[in-house]
Every structure is written in structure tokens, then in C-alpha cells.
């Protein structure tokens, strides 16, 4: 047997092999993407796709579809296709944390600097 037959089968068999293992990933990941669209129900923490966080009003699954509030008295209509993650609220603390670090700093920063707040270059906000 010649060194490039041993190779080139060799090669084949690698080929295959990534085929399958990435086939077998993908299916679950849908699969696992599925089931937790199935299972969304009213007051879920979600984020869509494009990266909008909201809580899940009401859902209609015969549709796929759902009322999300994204602020307080918006709501909006989305595919469920559209929810990229349910969002846990231990994922949010860590973000409250920092605003809070965030808010103190600044309070300082304002207490030295008695002047008054001035619009970024080129933006007018009258």
C-alpha cells in the first residue's frame, strides 16, 4: 500500500467523522432551543436574538408567537423563533451591582464639578 492511499484514507475518515460529530452538535442544540421555546410561559425573563430583553406577557404556541413587555407599557408581538434565551434573574444582580459602584462614583464626580451638563460634540439637545 502506498503512504498516499493510507493518507488520503485517513483523510476521508477525518472528513466523516467531522460531518457526524457536527451534525449530532446541531441537532441538539435545536433540539434543546425548541424545548425551551415550548416551555415559555407568562412572566419568563427573556432576551430575543436581537439582544432585546423583555418579560414574557402572554404566549400563543398554536401560532408561535408572543407578547413581550420590553419597558413598562410597551408591549410587542415576536415570533417565538425570535427568543434567543430565558434570562435568569441571577444573571441581573451582578448588572445592579455595578450600577449601583456606577451611580456612587458619579455622585462624586458631580460633587466636585459644580458646572452644568453639556451636550457630546455635535449633539444638540434642544
Do not use: C
Not at 22 to 49: P, S, V
Not at 70 to 82: H, N, P, Q, V, Y
Amino acid at each position: 500500500m502506498d503512504i498516499t492511499m493510507i493518507l488520503l484514507a485517513v483523510f476521508v475518515l477525518f472528513m466523516i467523522w467531522s460531518i457526524y460529530s457536527g451534525t449530532k452538535r446541531q441537532k441538539a442544540q435545536m433540539q434543546a432551543t425548541q424545548t425551551m421555546q415550548e416551555n415559555l410561559r407568562a412572566g419568563d425573563e427573556i432576551m430575543t436574538r436581537a439582544g432585546l430583553y423583555g418579560t414574557i406577557v402572554s404566549t400563543d404556541h398554536e401560532n408561535r408567537k408572543a407578547l413581550v413587555e420590553i419597558a413598562e407599557g410597551t408591549i410587542i408581538t415576536i415570533s417565538l423563533d425570535a427568543v434567543a434565551t430565558v434570562v435568569d434573574v441571577a444573571e441581573e444582580e451582578p448588572v445592579e451591582a455595578k450600577e449601583e459602584a456606577v451611580e456612587s462614583t458619579e455622585s462624586k464626580d458631580t460633587a466636585e464639578d459644580e458646572s452644568p451638563e453639556k451636550p457630546a460634540k455635535g449633539y444638540d439637545l434642544n
